[in-house]
């Protein structure tokens, strides 16, 4: 579903992906893990394309894109993204959200699209809110917002930039079940995310990422148990 | 009884006979502002280009605009390009007023935009829009919120400038008190008229945007 190959990006001297080089299948859901700084989001970013590499080739679903490319919003309408801090439309209704994208980048019908936005609102749970603004829903409520609004686009492959790191401890649950009940329908997934639990019950492989390179990969619940980098291992005991 | 050299009850007497002016004062406004929001708009995107081609003509502008007096400019759309063009009174006054307020609406609307945080644009380049789809549909009604109460505010700066069109002989409130207070030799009286008509326009438009920011926060209330 996404192939990297050599990926190199800088912000000015800092180099903060350093040949990376990796795939997600489709169906897979990756977790990537990492200090802040580690470059992380940045390379989810690149994937959406809302940060150009300098150097290197991505691949979507077998098509390469680059900052060169036309139509590169095309190809972002296939890439869902879930940000850390929701990034919600606050002039718009959580309905208004949801169906943004199905009615703007997708041009269906408007009536098509609240029935569409109905099925994806009571999928994350929310459809007594469909008439509210963001404003007046919980951190826990805007995230699965997000997420349906992702999802409206039938996106290929769903990124998560930590989405569940903004939100207070007792509204992570929430969240974190959409995104278990999304794996489970098979949903290629890569995500950012420090979350133990949820890496170990879904992910079926766990990044390290550390200075803009991967460091070390495997099964979730071999890395957590078993790492063999000693940078792993510490960060490991610092997080958990 | 102190005996003053003014005639205060001339005030009420003569106060409807200024209708016409207000008018006039209105219509350069309305259509001085007007003017100036599409040049702001025009001007500020300009501004936000990153290509240089676009974003310095609207530096340029900007800088001379706001560099130089409101009075100037007008004596120059008037009396200065009359041997190229000749503009009639209302209508210079109006574009020069126009011009004016459109280097300052300009900025409001490039602060207003970018005080839109980044996410905004892009959560909306992640649903697969164009960079254009996230200004019409996402920036923009966002900075337009942010930018009511400084526009309301330039708006009474606009309403209160258009007297310098009395400088460029349009018979609007200023010019009509001078003339009036030259021929009936009640000069302070005439000038307080005016005032008071200046004061009820600027309430009146202070309410006007206060009411309007009060409706466009809706979806910032909460239960």
């Given at each position: 579903?996404?192939?990297?190959?050599?990926?190199?990006?800088?912000?000015?001297?800092?180099?903060?992906?350093?040949?990376?080089?990796?795939?997600?299948?489709?169906?897979?859901?990756?977790?990537?893990?990492?200090?802040?700084?580690?470059?992380?989001?940045?390379?989810?970013?690149?994937?959406?394309?809302?940060?150009?590499?300098?150097?290197?080739?991505?691949?979507?679903?077998?098509?390469?894109?680059?900052?060169?490319?036309?139509?590169?919003?095309?190809?972002?309408?296939?890439?869902?993204?879930?940000?850390?801090?929701?990034?919600?439309?606050?002039?718009?209704?959580?309905?208004?959200?949801?169906?943004?994208?199905?009615?703007?980048?997708?041009?269906?019908?408007?009536?098509?699209?609240?029935?569409?936005?109905?099925?994806?609102?009571?999928?994350?749970?929310?459809?007594?809110?469909?008439?509210?603004?963001?404003?007046?829903?919980?951190?826990?409520?805007?995230?699965?917002?997000?997420?349906?609004?992702?999802?409206?686009?039938?996106?290929?492959?769903?990124?998560?930039?930590?989405?569940?790191?903004?939100?207070?401890?007792?509204?992570?649950?929430?969240?974190?079940?959409?995104?278990?009940?999304?794996?489970?329908?098979?949903?290629?997934?890569?995500?950012?995310?420090?979350?133990?639990?949820?890496?170990?019950?879904?992910?079926?492989?766990?990044?390290?990422?550390?200075?803009?390179?991967?460091?070390?990969?495997?099964?979730?619940?071999?890395?957590?148990?078993?790492?063999?980098?000693?940078?792993?291992?510490?960060?490991?005991?610092?997080?958990? | 009884?102190?005996?003053?050299?003014?005639?205060?009850?001339?005030?009420?007497?003569?106060?409807?006979?200024?209708?016409?002016?207000?008018?006039?004062?209105?219509?350069?406004?309305?259509?001085?502002?007007?003017?100036g929001l599409v040049l702001g708009l025009v001007t500020g995107l300009m501004r936000l280009?990153?290509?240089?081609?676009?974003?310095?003509?609207a530096?340029?502008?900007?800088?001379?605009?706001?560099?130089?007096?409101?009075?100037?400019?007008?004596?120059?759309?008037?009396?200065?390009?009359?041997?190229?063009?000749?503009?009639?009174?209302?209508?210079?006054?109006?574009?020069?007023?126009?011009?004016?307020?459109g280097?300052y609406i300009a900025e409001i609307f490039r602060g207003a935009i970018q005080s839109?945080?980044?996410?905004?644009?892009?959560?909306?380049?992640?649903?697969?829009?164009?960079?254009?789809?996230?200004?019409?549909?996402?920036i923009l009604?966002?900075a337009f919120?942010r930018s009511?109460?400084p526009l309301?505010?330039q708006?009474?700066?606009?309403?209160?400038?258009?007297?310098?069109?009395?400088?460029?002989?349009?018979?609007?409130?200023?010019?009509?008190?001078?003339?009036?207070?030259?021929?009936?030799?009640?000069?302070?009286?005439?000038?307080?008229?005016?005032?008071?008509?200046?004061?009820?326009?600027?309430?009146?438009?202070?309410?006007?945007?206060?009411?309007?920011?009060?409706?466009?926060?809706?979806?910032?209330?909460?239960?």
């Amino acid at each position: 579903m996404i192939k990297i190959r050599g990926l190199h990006k800088w912000f000015g001297d800092l180099h903060v992906l350093n040949n990376i080089d990796m795939d997600v299948k489709e169906r897979e859901v990756v977790v990537v893990i990492g200090a802040s700084g580690s470059g992380k989001s940045t390379l989810l970013r690149c994937i959406n394309f809302l940060e150009y590499a300098q150097k290197g080739q991505i691949f979507i679903d077998g098509v390469e894109a680059n900052a060169k490319t036309r139509q590169l919003h095309k190809i972002r309408a296939d890439v869902g993204m879930v940000f850390q801090h929701f990034n919600l439309f606050p002039h718009r209704t959580v309905m208004g959200n949801v169906i943004e994208g199905l009615t703007q980048v997708k041009k269906i019908p408007y009536k098509e699209a609240l029935q569409q936005g109905e099925d994806l609102l009571k999928k994350v749970g929310l459809s007594d809110k469909a008439d509210v603004y963001p404003a007046m829903i919980s951190g826990g409520q805007k995230q699965r917002v997000a997420i349906a609004r992702a999802l409206a686009m039938k996106p290929k492959i769903m990124l998560f930039d930590e989405p569940t790191s903004a939100l207070d401890p007792e509204l992570v649950g929430e969240v974190l079940q959409v995104m278990k009940n999304l794996a489970l329908e098979g949903m290629t997934m890569m995500v950012v995310s420090h979350e133990m639990g949820f890496a170990r019950e879904v992910g079926d492989r766990m990044i390290y990422m550390d200075e803009g390179c991967i460091v070390e990969e495997g099964i979730p619940e071999e890395l957590y148990k078993n790492p063999q980098h000693e940078r792993t291992k510490t960060f490991l005991r610092q997080i958990l | 009884m102190l005996d003053l050299p003014w005639d205060f009850t001339a005030i009420p007497r003569f106060f409807p006979g200024f209708y016409a002016a207000a008018l006039l004062t209105i219509q350069i406004t309305f259509f001085g502002i007007l003017v100036g929001l599409v040049l702001g708009l025009v001007t500020g995107l300009m501004r936000l280009s990153t290509n240089k081609l676009i974003n310095t003509p609207a530096k340029a502008y900007i800088w001379v605009i706001r560099g130089t007096p409101l009075l100037l400019q007008l004596m120059i759309i008037y009396y200065g390009l009359i041997d190229l063009v000749s503009v009639d009174r209302m209508p210079a006054a109006i574009i020069g007023l126009g011009v004016h307020n459109g280097a300052y609406i300009a900025e409001i609307f490039r602060g207003a935009i970018q005080s839109v945080e980044r996410g905004q644009r892009e959560a909306a380049m992640s649903l697969g829009m164009t960079q254009a789809q996230a200004m019409r549909r996402i920036i923009l009604p966002q900075a337009f919120k942010r930018s009511v109460p400084p526009l309301g505010n330039q708006f009474i700066i606009a309403l209160k400038d258009s007297s310098l069109a009395s400088a460029i002989a349009v018979r609007e409130l200023l010019l009509r008190a001078r003339q009036m207070g030259s021929s009936t030799l009640m000069m302070l009286e005439m000038l307080m008229i005016v005032g008071i008509y200046y004061l009820m326009m600027t309430t009146v438009l202070t309410l006007l945007v206060g009411r309007l920011e009060k409706r466009l926060q809706v979806s910032d209330y909460r239960e």
